[in-house]
């Protein structure tokens, strides 16, 4: 069965700090890779995905994640975080767009 | 063009009773996809619809059902409301749920279920 584990439940950065949202998968064919954000009161919205090919994606909002197949990760990055970034981000896993499984979610506090 | 909507966004019932909650995709898309999100258990996927047939089916009871129109706009039913139910219901929507670039799913606002 697919799982998506995010081990931080909160994460506390600075505004301008660097940030680093962990995401462990299991999957048992090659998978479809989402982030997903999520502010109080709205639905999500994609930041980035990855399919195949380069394993260093490119988001939305200055975003980037790595796929690392050996790792099972899909590590969520950005060089400097903003206030307007404060949010719920959720990585999810699965054979395409639909069905997804997703990780328990990481709230993003920003500290200005 | 217009994002997905859903209808209504806030709805207060009791135990007992059912419920039905509306989607309308974008236009064009003709895959809906429903999750139910809680704090205790997170995001998990409910059913999908693909021109009117159910395609995919998650881990969930028979008191929750869905149903897709000819035009595409969903609905799901939850009958006999139990406390649990308490959620917030996000719908999506993609052209075909598939594979590709092209078949980005987009969500919806959500419908704010409190059961009391």
């Known amino acids: 069965a697919q799982s998506v584990t995010q081990p931080d439940i909160h994460i506390t950065v600075s505004e301008g700090a660097s940030l680093e949202l962990r995401c462990n998968y299991s999957y048992g064919a090659t998978p479809y890779l989402f982030w997903y954000v999520q502010s109080p009161g709205q639905g999500l919205q994609l930041l980035l995905k990855y399919f195949s090919g380069d394993t260093l994606v490119q988001g939305i909002k200055g975003f980037e994640a790595e796929f690392k197949r050996s790792q099972s990760s899909f590590n969520l990055r950005k060089p400097s975080v903003h206030w307007s970034d404060a949010a719920e981000y959720f990585c999810?896993?699965?054979?395409?767009?639909?069905?997804?499984?997703f990780g328990t979610g990481t709230q993003l506090k920003v500290e200005l | 063009k217009a994002g997905v909507t859903q209808t209504p966004r806030y709805l207060i019932k009791t135990r007992g009773q059912q419920v039905t909650l509306s989607c309308s995709p974008i236009s064009g898309h003709r895959s809906v996809s429903w999750y139910q999100q809680t704090p205790g258990q997170g995001l998990q996927f409910l059913f999908e619809?693909?021109?009117?047939?159910?395609?995919n089916k998650g881990n969930f009871p028979g008191r929750f059902s869905g149903r897709q129109f000819s035009n595409s706009r969903s609905e799901m039913n939850v009958s006999t409301l139990e406390l649990g139910d308490s959620a917030l219901y996000l719908c999506a929507s993609s052209l075909d749920g598939g594979r590709g670039s092209s078949n980005e799913q987009f969500f919806g606002p959500g419908t704010r279920l409190t059961v009391l």
């Open positions: 619809y693909f021109s009117e047939t159910q395609r």
């Open positions: 999810a896993v699965g054979a395409g767009w639909d069905k997804l499984t």
